[in-house]
């Protein structure tokens, strides 16, 4: 089926201040004793991260024209070395993700939770750990691509993200 851009609702990008950034080392250690790491993904894992990432979308994340887009940019982060994607694991399951630097330099997105392993700090985690990255790549501020209407609360709470007004579709406009 053939969709047009006007098909879709596009929400706005959201804007962190990088240089306020505040860690949280308890929460990793709290999560590495629950039996979950967080580890920025290797690229010999690349195609069964994918895998589950796809397995898992319908049920956890979206529907099927969002499982593409998600997929091709969950690629563009294993194009880079090192990989642009974080994941949160137990044992060799994947618990969420979170990819920056794949819509554009110096994005956000996408990022997920599985639904039975969400508000236990593992969203965070995955988000700091982006955003110190890309902190670390020497930018002032990151952009969170089309936050969720349903995510905002989670980005604004967790790292003061501010809606940039009148920012869609913004970089996705040419999005087939
Ligand atoms: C958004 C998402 C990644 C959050 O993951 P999570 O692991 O449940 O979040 P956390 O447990 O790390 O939450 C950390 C804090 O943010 C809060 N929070 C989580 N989701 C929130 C939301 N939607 N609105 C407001 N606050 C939220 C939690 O209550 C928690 O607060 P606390 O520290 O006071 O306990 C997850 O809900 C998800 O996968 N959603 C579907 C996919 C999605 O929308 N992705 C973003 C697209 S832009």
């Not at 596009?10 to 860690?23: G, Q």
């Not at 955003?131 to 930018?139: A, D, I, P, Q, V």
């Amino acid at each position: 089926m053939m969709y047009k851009m006007e098909d879709f609702y596009m929400p706005n990008d959201m804007l962190v201040k990088l240089y306020n950034l505040k860690m949280d080392p308890e929460l990793l250690d709290r999560l590495a004793k629950e039996g979950v790491s967080i580890h920025r993904a290797l690229s010999p894992d690349r195609r069964e991260i994918l895998h589950q990432i796809e397995n898992a979308f319908l049920e956890n994340w979206g529907d099927s024209e969002s499982r593409q887009r998600w997929l091709s940019e969950c690629e563009v982060a294993f194009s880079h070395t090192p990989v642009t994607c974080y994941i949160a694991s137990r044992g060799s399951e994947i618990l969420g993700f979170a990819c920056y630097n794949t819509t554009a330099k110096d994005y956000f997105g996408p990022t997920g939770v599985l639904k039975k392993e969400r508000g236990k700090g593992i969203g965070k985690a995955l988000l700091l750990s982006c955003l110190n990255s890309l902190r670390e790549e020497g930018y002032a501020y990151a952009i969170i691509g089309a936050a969720a209407p349903t995510a905002v609360g989670f980005y604004q709470k967790n790292v003061g993200a501010e809606m940039i007004e009148n920012s869609a579709p913004g970089v996705y406009r040419n999005m087939l």
